[in-house]
């Protein structure tokens, strides 16, 4: 057996067949040597296993459910527009300052953060949406699109627009459907239409017009298109 390549400078074996034997017996020589450190590595993993498990079932799991629980009233007074109150909470209720604090690490808390975005973007406070739509972190696929797009529409507002269109782009491309993937095109063609940036404004309109023929903006992307290659030469 020929071992012409020989790396780090490792005994060669050219003109010798491996003695599989030898090799199980230094494998078990090294077992022996270092079973005290195996061991304890195997334990440990075992233990954190086993501490992960234990979180799950009795502090995120119930800590999750609770979320549930309380979250009911802030999301009601945000549809019916008491921000402060869905904010705030009330004499009862937590509201969503409180939730995603208290609850960071569930899917109540990271909806919290959403819906703190939506307020403070009423409110004109676009540093704060930013800022918590940043941390919504959130499992639905469509929320967690529109979490990225509305930081997009925070840019925007802060004057920020090279920002913007790449979270619009991010957007559009982070899950493709109907809804979430044609808005977003639709709005990073806008902004780089604005910026004369005819070849992307093009490809955004000409991509709606193309794979979304049934959206409602489908005729005007493909007018917008038509717009930005011939102002692009």
């Not at 003695?19 to 590595?41: P, Q």
């Amino acid at each position: 057996m020929s071992n012409k390549i020989n790396p780090h400078n490792a005994p060669t074996t050219e003109g010798k067949d491996v003695d599989l034997g030898e090799v199980y017996t230094r494998s078990e020589l090294f077992i022996e040597k270092n079973k005290k450190a195996l061991t304890i590595g195997a334990v440990a993993i075992v233990a954190v296993v086993g501490i992960l498990l234990g979180y799950k079932k009795f502090v995120a799991e119930p800590n999750a459910k609770a979320a549930a629980e309380v979250m009911w009233k802030a999301e009601y007074y945000f549809e019916i527009d008491s921000m402060d109150r869905a904010l705030n909470g009330d004499d009862q209720w937590p509201g969503f300052i409180s939730i995603a604090d208290e609850y960071s690490s569930t899917p109540s808390g990271n909806l919290a953060n959403y819906y703190m975005g939506a307020i403070y973007m009423q409110k004109g406070e676009f540093e704060m949406a930013l800022e918590h739509y940043k941390k919504a972190d959130l499992d639905d696929d469509v929320l967690r699109v529109m979490a990225v797009g509305n930081q997009g529409d925070a840019m925007v507002e802060l004057g920020r627009s090279d920002e913007a269109v790449k979270l619009f782009e991010k957007a559009a491309n982070m899950e493709t459907n109907d809804l979430t993937t044609p808005m977003y095109l639709m709005k990073a063609g806008i902004l780089h239409q604005q910026g004369a940036n005819w070849s992307a404004a093009a490809k955004a309109f000409n991509r709606i017009a193309k794979e979304f023929p049934a959206n409602s903006d489908a005729n005007m992307a493909r007018k917008y298109a038509g717009h930005a290659e011939a102002m692009g030469g």
